[in-house]
T-cell receptor, first 113, second 113 residues
């Protein structure tokens, strides 16, 4: 019962570098989300997806891109990392309908220097 | 826009105390409310999920109540233990489908022996 798996768990980037964070879920969830968590700011939604091949912007989408080529995977990309993107990133997923809650991954701690 | 507030921001209690964590939300048109626990440097673990039609949910020493009309939820922890020390997050889901989660900033709980 893996649930939601995020890779990598830690990463240090230099300003201007690019990287991709991977989220994988094995629960057949239709909806997937990327959040960032910053001290004093709580969790904020970056992008989300309601199904394979679809993505949409959340609350703080600037500087990020996403793709959902397969139902089980949701990728978050940083094309040109900035120090303001230093944060902890969480992926979450849930079913499209029904009285279900959200399942979160363990997070990726990203530092941009 | 839905705003979620958690009070208190921090709480420090001796072992054995019964305690209440509060969560309030501005828009009562929610689908469900979920309480999470987050340990330092870790991901979010779901504790309790309350549907909008429910008044409370219980799991072990935890009891969560929901009063949708007043925009409030409480998490009651009975006979607190040092292992309960963590940050507790409240999140509301708006809408039955495509509903994103709106998070409070959490209550940081410390239970000392």
């Amino acid at each position: 019962n893996a649930g939601v798996t995020q890779t990598p768990k830690f990463r240090v980037l230099k300003t201007g570098q690019s990287m991709t964070l991977l989220c994988a879920q094995d629960m057949n969830h239709e909806y997937m989300y990327w959040y960032r968590q910053d001290p004093g700011m709580g969790l904020r939604l970056i992008h989300y997806s309601v199904g394979e091949g679809t993505t949409a912007k959340g609350e703080v989408p600037d500087g990020y891109n996403v793709s959902r080529l397969k139902k089980q995977n949701f990728l978050l990309g940083l094309e040109s990392a900035a120090p303001s993107q230093t944060s902890v990133y969480f992926c979450a997923s849930t079913f499209r309908q029904g009285p279900f809650g959200y399942t979160f991954g363990s997070g990726t701690r990203l530092t941009v220097v | 826009k839905q705003e979620v507030t958690q009070i208190p921001a921090a709480l420090s209690v001796p072992e054995g105390e019964n305690l209440v964590l509060n969560c309030s939300f501005t828009d009562s048109a929610i689908y469900n409310l979920q309480w999470f626990r987050q340990d330092p440097g870790k991901g979010l673990t779901s504790l309790l999920l309350i549907q909008s039609s429910q008044r409370e949910q219980t799991s072990g020493r935890l009891n969560a109540s929901l009063d949708k009309s007043s925009g409030r939820s409480t998490l009651y922890i009975a006979a607190s233990q040092p292992g309960d020390s963590a940050t507790y997050l409240c999140a509301v889901k708006r809408g039955s489908t495509l509903g994103r989660l709106y998070f409070g900033r959490g209550t940081q709980l410390t239970v000392w022996p």
